[in-house]
């Protein structure tokens, strides 16, 4: 049987995979990390714009953060604006 994740699952797990810490994604996303946080784990739920500024930062599909595209991304490492700037 297939586990369904939910949307906060698929966001940490998206961010999990690029590397990337909850404050920084929150920081580019605009949001406070106690917002993201609350977002990961199902307490709220984002506005389509914050999912797709979400999707765009982890480099994955939006319909992939909603369920619906269940091919699971392989998102790069993503890097650092200050290590883009330096390499």
Known sequence: MTTLLTLGQRIRQARE????RQVEL???IGISANA???IEHGETD???SRVVAIARELQV????LLGLDNDTPQPKRLRTRKAAAVG
């Open 46 to 48: 984002p506005r389509v």
């Open 36 to 38: 993201l946080n609350s």
């Open 61 to 64: 599909s939006a319909n992939w």
């Open 17 to 20: 995979q690029a590397h990337i």
């Open 26 to 28: 929150a920081r580019r």
